[in-house]
C-alpha cells in the first residue's frame, strides 16, 4: 500500500558486515510482500542497490558481527546515518558462529591458513594495505555503537522479520513473541 498523500516514503539501509548474507536471503524470503515493503520504504545503501555510501535513512539493519577495521567503518556510518538501527541475525548480535575464532589466536590462524595448511605451497599472508586489518576478535556490534533493536535467529525467519518490520513501520514498538523468536 502507497504511503497516504504527503507522508514521506521511508528510507532502509542495510549492510553485511562479517555476516554470510543469510539473513539478507531470509529478508528476500518474504517473497512478494518484497513489493509491499518497497511500497513503502526506499533502499539506500544495501548490497540489494548500488549506492556507495549510506545517507541519511529511517532504519538500518546490520548483519554480521566485526571482524575487521572495514566493518567498524561501516557500522559507525549506519549509526550516523539511521534514526533507528537494528541487529539482524545471531552474528550480529552476540558475534555468531564466527565468534568461534575468538578463543584461536589470529597470527596462528593466518598462518595455518595462508602458509602452512595442507595443500598449500610459497604462500604469504596478504598484507595488501588495500585489505582491512583484522580485529584480535569478533564483535557484536553492541560493543561498538549504541543499538535500538535485536532480531535473533541464524537467520531470523522472512516471517520474523517482515513482522519486525511492519510494526516499526506501522509505528508500533516491534514485538516478533512465540513462535517467531528462535535463536538458531
Ligand atoms: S546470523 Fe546466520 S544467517 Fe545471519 S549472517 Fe550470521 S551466519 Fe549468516
Known amino acids: ?14 549492510t553485511s558486515l562479517a555476516g554470510c548474507f543469510g539473513c539478507h536471503m531470509s529478508l ?21 542497490t548500488d549506492i556507495k555510501r549510506c545517507g541519511p535513512c529511517d532504519i538500518g539493519l546490520i548483519e554480521g558481527g566485526i571482524c575487521n577495521a572495514e566493518n567498524v567503518h561501516v557500522l559507525r556510518e549506519f549509526r550516523q546515518q539511521c534514526k533507528v538501527l537494528i541487529a539482524l541475525g545471531a552474528c550480529a548480535v552476540n558475534g555468531g558462529l564466527p565468534a ?3 578463543h584461536l589466536d ?25 585489505l ?7 564483535h557484536p556490534v553492541h ?21 519486525f518490520l511492519t510494526d516499526l513501520l506501522d509505528g508500533r514498538t516491534p514485538r516478533l513473541g512465540h513462535p517467531l523468536l528462535h535463536f538458531d
Open 1 to 14: 500500500m502507497n504511503p497516504p498523500v504527503g507522508q514521506r516514503k521511508l528510507r532502509l539501509a542495510t
Open 28 to 48: 528476500l524470503d518474504i517473497d512478494e510482500r518484497l513489493f509491499e515493503l518497497l511500497d513503502r520504504v526506499d533502499l539506500d545503501r544495501s548490497p540489494l
Open 100 to 102: 568461534q575464532r575468538n
Open 106 to 130: 589470529l597470527g596462528q590462524c593466518l598462518q595455518e591458513v595462508y602458509r602452512t595448511g595442507p595443500g598449500i605451497v610459497g604462500g604469504q599472508v596478504p598484507n595488501d594495505p588495500e
Open 132 to 138: 582491512p586489518l583484522p580485529l584480535n576478535q569478533v
Open 143 to 163: 560493543e561498538i555503537v549504541r543499538i535500538d533493536y535485536f532480531i535473533p535467529g541464524c537467520p531470523p525467519s522472512g516471517d520474523a522479520i517482515w513482522k
